[in-house]
């Protein structure tokens, strides 16, 4: 239990490297235990480790066999929180037609994963669907979260819908505004899709000078990364 309450809290604050030796000694612990919710529950935080080093196959895999597995034993509610995941990672690696099914699907599993909508906003919005992105939008905000994290997934939806809307000035204002408070949810993930939407903006202004600092920072998050 200490072990699998470690990686929880290594893939919280995105060190997945950390993670991913205990992942193994903590199946054996759960198997041989006997322990079927522990154990359903670890393969998919190994699936999750997975997508958060890159392992994008590594990842997909168990999001499949955990679908093709549980879709019809387990919980409803686990279930949308693989498509959840499954369908963030496929966003990860622009498979955008692929995040929306899965991200669609898992809304009507009743999903409670707030990164749901940011999955679904921002695909609609790569395929150019701005109207989808924005219906996507509005939904989340007749929701009415009010918890510390569905405040965040706003601020990134608000940002997106700005630039949709073509409107500039707020645009660049709430995306500057975003930026800053990102470290502080490491895990929301949305750095580099905030970077590509000022980018595909300035490149749009064709405004070289913003474009070439925005990208400078991309870099510099990445190398940090």
Same mark, same amino acid.
């Given at each position: 239990?200490?072990?699998?309450?470690?990686?929880?809290? *290594?893939?919280?604050?995105?060190? @997945?490297?950390?993670?991913? @030796? +205990?992942?193994?000694?903590?199946?054996?612990?759960?198997?041989?235990?006997? =322990?079927?919710?522990?154990?359903?529950?670890?393969?998919?935080?190994?699936?999750?480790?997975?997508?958060?080093?890159?392992?994008?196959?590594? =990842?997909?895999?168990? *999001?499949?066999?955990?679908?093709?597995?549980?879709?019809?034993?387990?919980?409803?509610?686990?279930? =949308?929180?693989?498509?959840?995941?499954?369908?963030?990672? &496929?966003?990860?690696?622009?498979? *955008?037609?692929?995040?929306?099914n899965l991200a669609q699907? =898992?809304?009507?599993?009743k999903t409670n994963f707030?990164?749901?909508?940011?999955?679904l906003s921002y695909s609609?919005?790569?395929?150019?669907?701005?109207?989808?992105?924005?219906?996507?939008?509005?939904?989340?905000?007749?929701?009415?979260?009010?918890?510390?994290?569905?405040?965040?997934?706003? &601020?990134?939806?608000?940002?997106?819908?700005? *630039?949709? +809307?073509?409107?500039?000035?707020?645009?660049?204002?709430?995306?500057?505004?975003?930026?800053?408070?990102?470290?502080?949810?490491?895990?929301?993930?949305?750095?580099?899709?905030?970077?590509?939407?000022?980018?595909?903006?300035?490149?749009?202004?064709?405004?070289?000078?913003?474009?070439?600092?925005?990208?400078?920072?991309?870099?510099?998050?990445?190398?940090?990364?």
């Amino acid at each position: 239990m200490i072990d699998h309450h470690l990686i929880l809290t *290594y893939l919280r604050f995105m060190k @997945p490297e950390k993670a991913f @030796p +205990l992942l193994e000694e903590c199946k054996r612990e759960f198997h041989n235990a006997g =322990a079927h919710r522990r154990f359903l529950n670890l393969k998919f935080n190994q699936a999750h480790c997975f997508m958060k080093l890159g392992l994008f196959n590594e =990842a997909d895999q168990i *999001y499949l066999n955990l679908i093709q597995t549980y879709d019809q034993v387990d919980t409803e509610r686990f279930v =949308a929180m693989v498509y959840s995941n499954y369908s963030w990672s &496929k966003l990860l690696q622009k498979k *955008y037609a692929e995040a929306i099914n899965l991200a669609q699907t =898992a809304v009507q599993l009743k999903t409670n994963f707030e990164d749901v909508y940011i999955t679904l906003s921002y695909s609609f919005y790569q395929l150019g669907e701005s109207e989808k992105a924005l219906s996507v939008i509005d939904d989340f905000r007749a929701q009415e979260r009010t918890d510390p994290r569905s405040k965040m997934v706003m &601020k990134f939806l608000e940002v997106l819908e700005s *630039y949709l +809307l073509k409107d500039k000035v707020y645009f660049e204002c709430l995306a500057n505004q975003l930026l800053p408070l990102l470290p502080e949810w490491k895990d929301l993930e949305v750095d580099l899709l905030v970077y590509q939407m000022l980018i595909d903006y300035y490149k749009a202004e064709q405004n070289e000078h913003e474009l070439c600092g925005v990208q400078e920072k991309m870099i510099k998050f990445l190398l940090k990364e």
